[in-house]
């Protein structure tokens, strides 16, 4: 069963690649996204040295990482999921051997590997050729930030998870979708990082999943995070991780009694 698991890894990951096209367009799509930022944050920082504990240099390498990590972490699962739903096609799977959620789980790391090592990597090496990106030369910062980039995907694949399971119950959860993908790019620090928000705010943020996606391993990265507290922020991590797994399991099991086919 476990080669049938890694077997979906391989096969999303091929489907990807006969696309490849459309995430080498996405690459300067990112790049011309992460020039805007730049420019913006550079007429922001104007003469001060540091804003909200970074500089100039760390806000650029930031906003580099943040985005290129997001195209590793990003998948449509929760899409996928309602989608099914909606069709009634998940009550197909119910009856097979293995289990929906972690096919999915698989799926989505198929897709996130193709997206890391043939769009995130290159496209990380074409921004540093264009702007004054400084990646860290500690071969221990890229172990443990690779480590937590795999968190944040997975972090992420279960908020996904849980806003395509509310399809059981809302039959249409289009608006939900979309408000999810805004929620999640605001909160995580893709957009503005979390140190920049309203004391109320950002304190708000410490009790929710979202700057544990990208806020946590972008500042590990940039060095704004270091000592024993790379530990601390790879625990919270950690911790919301196991914490999500709960909903998931119960929302799981209270869908499956209330599968009905729209149209069916």
Same mark, same amino acid.
């Given at each position: 069963?476990?080669?049938?698991?890694?077997?979906?890894?391989?096969?999303?990951?091929?489907?990807?690649?006969?696309?490849?096209?459309?995430?080498?367009?996405?690459?300067?799509?990112?790049? /011309?996204?992460?020039?805007?930022?730049?420019?913006?944050?550079?007429?922001?920082?104007?003469?001060?040295?540091?804003?909200?504990?970074?500089?100039?240099?760390?806000? $650029? $390498?930031?906003?580099?990482?943040?985005?290129?990590?997001?195209?590793?972490?990003?998948?449509?699962?929760?899409?996928? /999921?309602?989608?099914?739903?909606?069709?009634?096609?998940?009550?197909?799977?119910?009856?097979?051997?293995?289990?929906?959620?972690?096919?999915?789980?698989?799926?989505?790391?198929?897709?996130?590997?193709?997206?890391?090592?043939?769009?995130?990597?290159?496209?990380?090496?074409?921004?540093?050729?264009?702007?004054?990106?400084?990646?860290?030369?500690? %071969?221990?910062?890229?172990?443990?930030?690779?480590?937590?980039?795999?968190?944040?995907?997975?972090?992420? $694949?279960?908020?996904?998870?849980?806003?395509?399971?509310?399809?059981?119950?809302?039959?249409?959860?289009?608006?939900?979708?979309?408000?999810?993908?805004?929620?999640?790019?605001?909160?995580?620090?893709?957009?503005?990082?979390?140190?920049?928000?309203?004391?109320?705010?950002?304190?708000?943020?410490?009790?929710?999943?979202?700057?544990?996606?990208?806020?946590?391993?972008?500042?590990?990265? $940039?060095?704004?995070?270091?000592?024993?507290?790379? %530990?601390?922020?790879?625990?919270?991590? %950690? /911790?919301?991780?196991?914490? %999500?797994?709960?909903?998931?399991?119960?929302?799981?099991?209270?869908?499956?009694?209330?599968?009905?086919?729209?149209?069916?």
């Amino acid at each position: 069963m476990n080669s049938a698991y890694l077997e979906l890894i391989r096969i999303r990951f091929l489907m990807m690649l006969a696309y490849r096209v459309n995430y080498y367009s996405g690459i300067v799509i990112y790049t /011309i996204n992460i020039g805007a930022y730049y420019f913006l944050w550079e007429a922001i920082f104007g003469d001060q040295k540091v804003l909200a504990g970074f500089t100039l240099a760390q806000m $650029t $390498t930031y906003v580099a990482v943040s985005w290129m990590a997001r195209a590793f972490y990003f998948n449509n699962l929760d899409r996928e /999921i309602a989608n099914e739903i909606r069709d009634g096609s998940v009550a197909v799977q119910f009856i097979r051997p293995y289990n929906y959620l972690f096919v999915k789980l698989m799926q989505g790391f198929g897709e996130g590997l193709f997206r890391l090592l043939l769009f995130m990597g290159p496209g990380l090496a074409l921004v540093c050729l264009i702007f004054p990106v400084k990646l860290p030369t500690d %071969l221990g910062t890229w172990g443990i930030y690779l480590v937590m980039l795999l968190f944040s995907f997975l972090i992420n $694949t279960q908020i996904n998870m849980l806003v395509g399971l509310f399809a059981f119950f809302v039959e249409n959860n289009e608006g939900m979708l979309r408000m999810k993908r805004v929620v999640v790019d605001l909160f995580s620090g893709v957009i503005v990082p979390v140190s920049f928000f309203p004391g109320w705010l950002a304190v708000t943020m410490k009790w929710l999943p979202f700057q544990a996606i990208t806020y946590l391993p972008s500042s590990v990265f $940039t060095g704004r995070t270091a000592g024993d507290d790379v %530990l601390r922020v790879f625990g919270i991590q %950690l /911790i919301w991780f196991l914490v %999500l797994i709960i909903p998931i399991a119960l929302i799981w099991r209270m869908a499956r009694t209330r599968l009905f086919v729209q149209g069916g």
